[in-house]
């Protein structure tokens, strides 16, 4: 089941995130700042976040949000699925309940971006293997030797 996130669920979703072994400490740090934004006025502002569940318990989450100054231009700034369950196509429910949500709400094209380290390497192929192209490659964005790596793909 997928369904709106709530603030009870934002202590179970950064520990999630932070259990992925993904995300690097700062980032998850920044998890929770984005997820009290989220409520006070980033929701009322258009971003869009939910979380799917696996046995009545939150397994996953994703956050999209309309570009601002842009005509149907969507970013997916996060997906994350928990540790344990990866592998069971929650990932990609979660990633096509963005897409049809932003196409709902006159979305017309989706960006992502990642990490070009090799950790993230299957977060790069799972965005290949569900339809986007590598749009862009910005070198030493996120630090020396870490490229930021964008995805698009028209909904």
């Known amino acids: 089941m997928i369904r709106p996130a709530t603030p ?4 179970a979703l950064v520990t999630m ?5 993904v995300f690097k400490p700062m980032e998850v740090d920044t998890l929770q700042q984005v997820f009290d934004d989220y409520y006070e006025s ?5 971003a869009r976040c939910f979380v799917c569940e696996w046995d009545g318990e939150p397994a996953g989450f994703e956050y999209h949000a309309p570009e601002e100054m842009t005509v149907g231009t969507w970013t997916l700034w ?11 196509g929650l990932g990609r429910k979660l990633l096509d309940f963005a897409e049809a949500d932003a196409r709902e709400r006159g979305g017309g094209v989706l960006f992502v971006e990642t990490s070009g380290t090799p950790q993230y390497e299957a977060t790069r192929r799972f965005y290949l293997k569900y339809g986007y192209d590598q749009e ?13 790596i964008v995805f698009r793909k028209a909904l």
């Open 8 to 11: 009870a669920d934002t202590p």
């Open 17 to 21: 995130t932070a259990g992925t072994g």
């Open 78 to 88: 996060w997906i994350v699925v928990r540790f344990d369950l990866q592998g069971h």
């Open 136 to 148: 862009a490659r910005l070198r030493d964005y996120y630090a020396p030797g870490d490229d930021q």
């Open 42 to 46: 980033e929701q009322a502002a258009g």
